[in-house]
């Protein structure tokens, strides 16, 4: 089982996979991602090749682990953490480690390989971030669970090891350092100014216009003030929530048109950039937060400069958010089907 | 000018390269490391296309910015930040804001183009680890500045645009996130322990044994119990110090000979992997700090797995710091010119 140990400094937790470990030359000849139908799991006909679906949207009367569906969750073969056991939380000296307890899954985005999600049907696109939901109300019943951490990585110097569109779910026994972070901040805000941080972001980039990308009703799509990566990204929900799992399927289904609308918008100013998104939502065992308010990051990974900043928490951006707002903003968006605002 | 912003949520400050941005399709086109000679600004010979010498190492008589050295120190040609002006902090609606204000230098470790730091004779290794504190105490005068970060990109991966050995300095005018979460988490253990959390640390590694890659009398090198990164290595004083620059020259001569074994042990089992080191000492204005003890963190970048680990700061580490140890460990160290230990 994978072990999970906390940073004594710091205190962040890592999860250190013990038992396959590879070869230190392994890491040296690394693999292109799959890029070919024939050999990819997640492709129709192949599917065999993963664990049994855990949920599938397909039409009504088909046969679990057939084929014949449009969004597929699965385990991963090769997950992080293991779902069975206990934490078995324990010291080792100044050290603290607990079990590797928790779940990966894969969220196929659709049986096409080669789509990309701003391609699907509206409707589709909608049921995508509609999985996310339905898995973490699932996954939430366990009472081991404390953070479910949903990411895309998309390319392979995102970290992507397969091509076919896909999402991942991490769920943990802990709450990951950068949301503890916002959440420590949020409070310390709201301390001083009895207000949610996030909406008076919300609110200053809607009067300042500079930096916003898109927005719709329910969303607003910007270029953070403080951003650390070119044409880093931020959806957020213009009203307060803190818990992503609380969205209705109306605000789904804008939240999924901004979120096309924005990829679609960076395929085209970037050329089919390789990159990162996640979902920053509330701890699964906090009541509603007043000080934190959910919110999806999307970073595509354009540059390499990124090494010291692991080991400084310092970044260099040479992209001024009010320019990378701007090319997204102008950005052709034929590639689109639907009116990207179609509320 | 540069501008420095704060991140309004959790406090982190980005420099955002306002006036030379680079547009959208330039981030696809990465160049390659310049690897040949007569293109290197660094190489002798072309040494006049980079800005005048700050501090350089060479025979007795020689002029200024003439060949004959072996550590020479220059402006870095396109810095990060901008040496001039006030700092002229102000708000923007509820953001924060500075001037671009600080210094960036590059630190040429040799003349010769192809030669790895550990190839170097073990004075003149000294020497460019001298340099580094050399150029620490001397802008460490300029009272608006807080805190220098030294730390070296080697190969393309991790961020190198020049192959030639080279280490950077940058000169800030606040302290970075880590080292700021650093200093906390060592406050808050002194606090309850009354001890140094890094001096704890440094004792169980040298009573556990499994995750020590090498020692002298001075120094430990090991791989810390919560690695995020496959083969992560950190060089600690063994005796209490929390600023690098009041290390002696003796000191500093057994931390870059094992500084240079390190990085032979990483060359020999992971083939020149790609990496960078990054020097973490208590901010410049502090008085010796009990709680907090410098040390430098080596990370290999083997894996595009980070992607979304900058999202989430939340780490999988494929390679478990024993096993990482024992491979370095056991590393064949032929290339090493002088016995590793000599002290």
Chains 1, 2 share one sequence.
Not at 91 to 100: F, T
Not at 196 to 201: R, S
Request: proline letters at 9%; glycine letters at 6%; charged letters at 25%.
């Amino acid at each position: 089982m994978p072990e999970l140990r906390k940073d004594p400094i710091i205190g962040r937790w890592v999860i250190i996979a013990t038992e396959r470990a590879a070869r230190p030359m392994d890491f040296a000849k690394e693999k292109d991602p799959v890029a070919l139908n024939n050999n990819c799991p997640f492709c129709e006909g192949q599917k065999k090749k993963t664990p049994p679906e855990i949920l599938a949207y397909h039409p009504p009367g088909r046969a679990k682990d057939s084929p014949d569906w449009w969004i597929s969750v699965v385990s991963n073969k090769f997950p992080a953490l293991g779902v069975e056991g206990d934490l078995d939380r324990r010291g080792d000296g100044i050290y603290d480690r607990m079990n590797g307890v928790g779940a990966h899954e894969v969220i196929i985005e659709c049986p096409d390989h080669d789509k990309k999600y701003f391609e699907l049907a509206p409707i589709h696109a909608g049921d995508m971030l509609w999985s996310f939901r339905e898995r973490i109300l699932d996954l939430k019943k366990d009472p081991r669970m404390e953070y479910i951490l949903i990411f895309k990585n998309h390319g392979k110097a995102a970290g992507a090891s397969l091509a076919h569109p896909h999402a991942q779910l991490i769920a943990l026994p802990m709450v990951p350092a950068h949301v503890k972070q916002e959440i420590s901040g949020g409070r310390q805000y709201i301390d001083f100014k009895e207000r949610c941080i996030f909406c008076d972001i919300v609110s200053q980039e809607l009067s300042a216009k500079s930096r916003i990308v898109d927005e719709n009703e329910d969303f607003l799509c910007f270029a953070p003030y403080a951003s650390r990566f070119p044409f880093e990204t931020w959806i957020i929900p213009k009203h307060h929530q803190s818990h992503f799992e609380t969205t209705e399927r109306p605000q789904i289904d804008r939240m999924a048109s901004l979120l096309q609308s924005t990829l679609s918008r960076m395929d085209s100013v970037l050329g089919n950039p390789p990159f990162n998104y996640i979902l920053h939502s509330a701890p699964l065992k906090e009541p509603p937060m007043a000080h934190f308010h959910w919110h999806l990051e999307i970073i595509p990974k354009l540059t390499h400069v990124a090494g010291f900043e692991w080991g400084s928490g310092f970044y260099i951006n040479p992209m001024p958010p009010e320019q990378a707002a701007k090319y997204l903003r102008e950005a052709n968006l034929s590639s689109i089907k639907e009116p990207a605002h179609a509320n």
